[in-house]
């Protein structure tokens, strides 16, 4: 389990401190709460002790881990003919979103790859650039928190990374 002052991953959200174990009566029952500070962004929410793993709160991933990453990362995408009508932009959100809420940054990987490929064979839609965004910025949190480098520094590196494709 989790300990005060320990950085944790909330899934969607990013790197935040476990700042502390808050107790409060909810319907009658004392509830534990870990109240969670993002290092990034100015909140803090409380998320059930208890329900913690279901909602996917996972610690720092290890340095290797993040090697893993990068060799991931810096593997030639396969790239398939886009095509929006086979393929739209709700369907694909709704893939997107789902692998987001896992926390799993292999997942937000693959999102991250994905949309790096679909900009390089057309301009992204406004959502698909919120989207793009947004995957960089929880996998650079991540990266630069483990790595203890800038976060401009893991932003280069990860796109330094990507671009590589293979034509199926």
């Known amino acids: 389990m989790f300990k005060p002052r320990e950085k944790v991953v909330y899934p969607g959200h990013g790197v935040a401190i476990l700042d502390r174990i808050v107790v409060k009566q909810v319907a009658g029952k004392r509830v534990e709460f870990f109240e969670l500070k993002f290092l990034h962004k100015d909140m803090t929410i409380l998320v059930p002790v208890e329900s913690s793993m279901r909602v996917g709160i996972r ?3 290890s340095p290797e881990y993040i090697g893993k990453i990068f060799e991931f990362l810096a593997q030639p995408a396969i790239f398939v003919p886009y095509d929006p009508s086979i393929i739209n932009w709700n369907k694909r959100n709704k893939e997107y979103q789902g692998r987001l809420r896992t926390g ?10 994905d949309l790096k490929m679909i900009e390089q064979n057309k301009e992204l839609s406004f959502g698909e650039k919120n989207l793009l965004a ?16 800038a976060q401009e520094y893991a932003v280069q590196h990860i796109r330094s990374l990507i671009g590589h494709e293979r034509h199926v």
């Open 134 to 149: 947004q995957t960089e910025e929880l996998l650079v949190q991540e990266i630069a928190l483990v790595q203890d480098v």
């Open 104 to 113: 799993n940054l292999h997942e937000l990987c693959l999102i991250y790859k």
């Open 59 to 61: 610690p720092i991933s």
